[in-house]
C-alpha cells in the first residue's frame, strides 16, 4: 500500500435480504438485484499523501480477485483494472449498490485530489442471499 494511507482495509458490510427491504420477487427466474451496504474506514491520506481523499469501489462477481494493473502515474504499485461501481470517486465511507444473488468480491481504493489511486483494500467476498432467506444480514471483518 502507498506510502501515508491508513489501512483502511476494513470493509464493513451489511446484506439485506429483498424480502427485508421490502423489494419485489420476480418470479420468472431471472436474477432480482439485492441491495448491498458496504462501509470502509477512512484513510488519512491519499496515496501521495494529499488530502482531500475520495473512494472507488469494486465488485466482481465470484470468488475474485478483482482485476489490477500498474499504475500509470503514480508508483508501480497495482491498482484496479476496470470501471468502478461508482460514477466518480465518492468522499462518503459508505456505498449501497445492487447485486444479483450469488457470490461477490468487493474492494475499495483511495485517490488523492490530484487523481492518484491507491493500491485495492483487502477484497471481502461475500454471498448475497436470494430473496425471501430467512437470514437478517452479516457483518464481515477481513
Known amino acids: 500500500m502507498a506510502k501515508g494511507v491508513k489501512p483502511f482495509l476494513k470493509i464493513w458490510m451489511v446484506l439485506w435480504c429483498c424480502g427485508l427491504a421490502g423489494c419485489a420477487y420476480k418470479s420468472l427466474g431471472s436474477p432480482s438485484p439485492q441491495p448491498v451496504t458496504l462501509t470502509w474506514d477512512a484513510a488519512d491520506a491519499g496515496p501521495n499523501g494529499s488530502k482531500p481523499i475520495r473512494y472507488n469501489v469494486y465488485a466482481v462477481p465470484g470468488a475474485g480477485p478483482i482485476p489490477t494493473e500498474p499504475s500509470k502515474s503514480c508508483g508501480a504499485m497495482p491498482v484496479a483494472k476496470g470501471r468502478p461501481l461508482n460514477s466518480e470517486p465518492i468522499t462518503a465511507t459508505t456505498y449501497i449498490t445492487s447485486v444479483a444473488e450469488g457470490l461477490w468480491t ?37
Not at 108 to 129: F, K, Q, Y
Request: hydrophobic residues 35%; proline residues 11%.
Open 106 to 142: 468487493f474492494a475499495v481504493e483511495a485517490v488523492s485530489s490530484d487523481g492518484c489511486r491507491s493500491a485495492l483494500s483487502s477484497p471481502i467476498t461475500v454471498t448475497v442471499p436470494i430473496p425471501g432467506d430467512s437470514s437478517t444480514g452479516a457483518r464481515l471483518e477481513p
